[in-house]
């Protein structure tokens, strides 16, 4: 699942969500805005049973997939859009 929320100016903070223990072990978003590095932005586990990790972009587009422990890659269904490439968000 993805948030997204409009912050002051042109930035906005984007939430990505999963699970906390689908997939097991480690999970990354990684993306063009991170230049595609696991462990960057490794999803953290919270109290209500998922894992998140948040980011502020600017306005554009953005491809990524999450990163799972072994190599597993996921996309997100929430994206604006996905395809064999990930998953695309427009902001």
Known sequence: MIK???LFGNQTRVTFCLP???PPGPVSVVGCFNE???GRHELVARRDGTRTVTVKL???E???RYL???GVWLDDESA???DDRG???RL
């Open 80 to 82: 604006d859009e996905v």
């Open 36 to 38: 595609w590095e696991p």
């Open 58 to 60: 600017p306005p554009g």
């Open 68 to 70: 799972a422990d072994g």
């Open 4 to 6: 997204r929320n409009r």
């Open 20 to 22: 906390r223990d689908t």
């Open 87 to 89: 998953g695309l968000l």
């Open 62 to 64: 953005y491809r990524f």
